[in-house]
């Protein structure tokens, strides 16, 4: 055996495909041959040393722990994404209810109600002290009532759209979640 051909039966050793019969013709060159020893001696060494610190090989169940990290990653992502988008509807939602509770209040309320009427009165008292033209301030006034019976209707309005608004969206949003629920349970 020349030490070319003792190099390759190393490698199939080292492969574990090296038969008894030449396992022992390997080691009787690496016996005489001081070079080719030296070589042997050396990787079983390096082997030795890797196969302890295990870096060789990954351990048997590498894969399905990377896999089991990729999807406990992909869960926590999907779960955040969920909780988002119902924070968001929640702020949307409580957005729409208080404006609603905003505007409903403004449109109640007596001292708002007081302060419109004092304001006619006034009005009134000004036409009479000041001398004013009667059809303009009958037009005047009657704009102002007009924008003040608007804006009191508006406001009324409103609430009533933006309660129904509020509804249909707290009512939506209810079944876009029950119908998660079953894919969910579907798929899971
Ligand atoms: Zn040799």
């Known amino acids: ?16 495909e090296l038969s008894d019969i030449e396992f022992t013709r390997l080691c009787r060159h690496t016996e005489m041959c001081e070079k080719c020893g030296a070589e042997f001696g050396a990787l079983k060494e390096i082997l030795g040393l890797m196969e302890e610190s295990g870096t060789i090989d990954p351990p048997e169940n590498f894969e399905e ?38 505007i409903s209040y403004v449109s109640q309320n007596e001292t708002l ?14 036409r009479s002290v000041i001398n004013f033209s009667a059809k303009w301030y009958v037009f005047m006034s009657g704009i102002a009532h007009a924008l003040i019976q608007t804006f009191i209707t508006f406001a009324k309005t409103s609430f ?7 509804g249909i969206l707290l009512l939506s949003y209810g079944l876009i979640s029950r119908q998660n629920g079953k894919k969910e349970e579907g798929v899971g």
């Open 1 to 16: 055996m020349n030490c070319e051909e003792a190099r390759n039966l190393m490698m199939k050793h080292f492969d574990g």
């Open 65 to 102: 722990s990377v896999m089991k990290k990729i999807h406990q990653w992909e869960a926590l992502v999907k779960k955040r994404r969920e909780m988002l988008v119902t924070i968001l509807y929640s702020v949307f939602a409580v957005g729409i209810v208080l404006m609603s509770l905003l």
């Open 113 to 126: 109600r007081a302060l419109m009427d004092n304001m006619q009165a006034l009005s009134g008292a000004v």
């Open 160 to 166: 009533s759209v933006f309660a129904l608004v509020t």
